[in-house]
């Protein structure tokens, strides 16, 4: 992929797609996160007298406008963040924004509006992507958190544009997750967690041969469980995933890859924010015990492979983190994986938020933006939007 660095910028339209799919409340941006990874990209394209052209999607309106998923909350934000005024096109095509972008001067930047107000977008329908790159000289994709998806603003407006390129950002991305796959330093330990097998068995199947280990926690791990079988009393299970489960561990067993379960529990008898947690010292779970989080020696043991890794993967949580009595067991990776003296690399919106939840987000190498991109990444898959970019390169 060509970097932004490698265009000629003065002068031109930009069109930089980005994901300014921020939660908003009252009509305020309540993360601006994804606004602030944006700007290394944005003030580079100001820098070199770009008029600046922003293209994002905010939630899902289904091809039909609704002033609840309007992104001016997010062009007042970015332009607070920058300094200077952003102003919210009409619309993301059409005669009126094309007016709006051909009165702009060097340094000016227009937010277009949100991207799937039209159905088209979502179909990546060509003259859909036509009628967007009507607006830019040059094209720049700098959404790592929507590149996964083939649409018309991430792939097809490539064909219609000459220059293209990646931003600071989706290269960044790019760059740390597929290193992990190509050439990570060992040993390379892989926190694995959520609620499915099925969501992650992809990512698990593409880590054996890669990784030394791999650490699993959350509701998956009880389906790894009783594929072993172990008894997990009413813990959620994939029942249907059972011999998917039992064929991964026979996998992972000749590649010589360690698969670690919990050896132990925080369990409650519902599955609610207030019920009494209790901890289970053994590796199986009676009946009518719900395992929510992982125990204590499994966290000890947990963090002792982490402390050992010269590299990092952490996906997914342990437990139900977002209730107090049943975080104890995420919350502890965070710190492990934070104190590491490896490299670390965090995905997922589940991870990244306990992350948060922690306070450690600075102790850590890379922390992904994009949650299915960088999952499917890690799976192996060829990313839409940086393919309709490498297939477009100088």
């Given amino acids: 992929m060509r970097s932004i660095e490698e265009l000629d910028l003065a002068g031109r339209r930009v069109f930089i797609r980005v994901d300014f799919n921020v939660p908003i409340r009252d009509g305020e941006v ?10 290394p990209t944005i003030k580079h394209a100001l820098e070199r007298g770009a008029k600046v052209i922003l293209a994002s999607h905010l939630g899902r309106p289904k091809g039909k406008r609704s002033e609840e998923l309007s992104l001016a909350p997010a062009a007042a934000k970015a332009g607070s963040l920058l300094g200077k005024p952003v102003k919210l096109a009409p ?26 107000f039209h159905a088209e977008e979502e179909k990546n329908d060509p003259e859909f992507a036509s009628a967007l790159a009507r607006l830019a000289d040059v094209y720049v994709n700098d959404a790592f958190g929507a590149a996964h998806r083939a649409h018309a603003s991430t792939a097809g407006i490539v064909n219609h544009v000459d220059d293209s390129a990646a931003g600071f ?13 190509e050439n990570p330093a060992k040993p390379f330990v892989a926190v694995v967690g959520g609620a499915k097998v099925s969501d992650k068995i992809e990512l698990l199947s593409n880590m054996i041969g890669k990784v030394d280990s791999i650490l699993i926690g959350g509701a998956m791990a009880y389906t790894l469980l009783k594929a072993q079988g172990h008894e997990i009393g009413a813990s959620r299970v994939e029942e249907d995933k059972l011999d998917l489960a039992a064929s991964l561990l026979e996998r992972a067993a ?8 919990p050896s132990d529990h925080i369990t409650a008898t519902e599955f609610d924010e207030n019920a009494a947690a209790t901890s ?9 015990a719900m395992g929510l989080d992982i125990g204590t020696a499994t966290r000890e043991r947990f963090a002792a492979a982490i402390a050992k890794a010269a590299t990092i993967l952490w996906n997914g949580p342990m437990g139900v983190f977002e209730w107090e009595a ?8 965070a710190e ?13 919106g589940d991870s990244v938020a306990a992350l948060s939840k922690s306070g450690r987000a600075g102790d850590i190498t890379h922390i992904s933006t994009g ?21 477009r390169r100088a």
């Fill in 30 to 39: 309540t993360d601006a996160t994804r606004i602030e990874n944006s700007l």
């Fill in 91 to 116: 619309d993301c095509i059409g005669q009126e924004t094309e007016t709006v972008v051909d009165q702009m001067s060097a340094g000016d930047v227009v937010l277009l509006e949100n991207l799937r």
């Fill in 169 to 181: 950002l989706l290269l960044k991305e790019v760059e740390f997750l597929s290193g992990l796959l």
């Fill in 254 to 261: 000749s590649a010589g890859v360690a698969i670690e379960l």
């Fill in 280 to 288: 289970i010292d053994g590796i199986d779970i009676p009946q009518g």
């Fill in 326 to 333: 049943f975080s104890i067991g995420t919350m502890k990776i």
């Fill in 336 to 348: 492990a994986v934070a104190d590491s003296a490896g490299v670390s690399v965090v995905g997922g």
């Fill in 371 to 391: 949650g299915g991109a960088s999952l499917e990444l890690l799976e192996g898959k060829t990313l839409p939007g940086v393919a309709a970019l490498e297939s």
